[in-house]
T-cell receptor
Framework: AQTVTQSQPEMSVQEAETVTLSCTYD???????LFWYKQPPSRQMILVIR??????QNATENRFSVNFQKAAKSFSLKISDSQLGDTAMYFC??????????????FGDGTTLTVKP | GAVVSQHPSWVICKSGTSVKIECRSL??????MFWYRQFPKQSLMLMAT?????????EQGVEKDKFLINHASLTLSTLTVTSAHPEDSSFYIC??????????????FGEGSWLTVV
C-alpha cells in the first residue's frame, strides 16, 4: 500500500516570499502520478500541480513548481511570490494510473499554509 | 478543464431520515468515482469507490448499508446516508478521474457537501 507523508502540519510565510512544502511517499510502483491540491476555507479542492513519475522534468505552473526526486520518493511544492490568496490547506496526493481503479488516491495529512501580509 | 459538480452544497436533515448527495461529471464520462469524508482540519478519508454498473467497493470500517452508493450512469454517482445520526454530520466530497490523451490521468473534485444532522 502507498503512504504519503506531509511532515509540516502548519507553515507560514510573508507575502511575496517563497515557501516550500514537503511531501514524501512510499510505493513499490514505477509509474504513478503525484498531485498537490489546495483547499481554501471554501473546502473546494483545487488542483495546483501534477507530476507524472516517468517524466524527469519538474512540473511548473506559474508561481508553483515542484522538486520531484523519484529515487528519494520526495515531491515538494515551492510557492514563489506568495500571495494572501495562497492561504489554504495543501494536500499531497499519490495516484496509480491503473485502469481498474484509475483515480484512487492516497492523500497526505495536509499542511496548513498561512500567508501573512 | 474538467468539471465535477456536487449537489447539494449544504443539507440539514433530521436524525433518522435519509439524505442523498449527487456527484456529476459534467464534461467527461467517469466509470469510477470516489467518495470521501473529511473532518475539520483533517485529510480526506476515502469511504468507497463507486463503479458504474456494479457494486461500490467500500473501505474497511465504512458501513455499506448506511452509506449507499449508486453509480447508474457514466456521469452520475449518488451517496445516500441512511438513517442519519448527528455523528454522520461531516463534509462529504466526491472525485472522478479523467483520462487525457496528452496529460494522462487527473483527479477532479466536486465542490463538496456539508451534511448536518439535527
Amino acid at each position: 500500500a502507498q503512504t504519503v507523508t506531509q511532515s509540516q502540519p502548519e507553515m507560514s510565510v510573508q507575502e511575496a516570499e517563497t515557501v516550500t512544502l514537503s511531501c514524501t511517499y512510499d510505493t513499490s510502483e514505477n509509474n504513478y502520478y503525484l498531485f498537490w491540491y489546495k483547499q481554501p476555507p471554501s473546502r473546494q479542492m483545487i488542483l495546483v500541480i501534477r507530476q507524472e513519475a516517468y517524466k524527469q522534468q519538474n512540473a511548473t505552473e506559474n508561481r508553483f513548481s515542484v522538486n520531484f526526486q523519484k529515487a528519494a520518493k520526495s515531491f515538494s511544492l515551492k510557492i514563489s511570490d506568495s500571495q494572501l490568496g495562497d492561504t489554504a490547506m495543501y494536500f499531497c496526493a499519490f495516484m496509480k494510473p491503473l485502469f481498474a481503479n484509475a483515480g484512487k488516491s492516497t492523500f497526505g495529512d495536509g499542511t496548513t499554509l498561512t500567508v501573512k501580509p | 478543464g474538467a468539471v465535477v459538480s456536487q449537489h447539494p452544497s449544504w443539507v440539514i436533515c433530521k436524525s433518522g431520515t435519509s439524505v442523498k448527495i449527487e456527484c456529476r461529471s459534467l464534461d467527461f464520462q467517469a466509470t469510477t468515482m470516489f467518495w470521501y469524508r473529511q473532518f475539520p482540519k483533517q485529510s480526506l478519508m476515502l469511504m468507497a469507490t463507486s463503479n458504474e454498473g456494479s457494486k461500490a467497493t467500500y473501505e474497511q470500517g465504512v458501513e455499506k448499508d448506511k452509506f449507499l452508493i449508486n453509480h447508474a450512469s457514466l456521469t452520475l454517482s449518488t451517496l445516500t446516508v441512511t438513517s442519519a445520526h448527528p455523528e454522520d454530520s461531516s463534509f462529504y466530497i466526491c472525485s472522478a478521474s479523467k483520462q487525457d490523451s496528452r496529460s494522462g490521468n487527473t483527479i477532479y473534485f466536486g465542490e463538496g457537501s456539508w451534511l448536518t444532522v439535527v
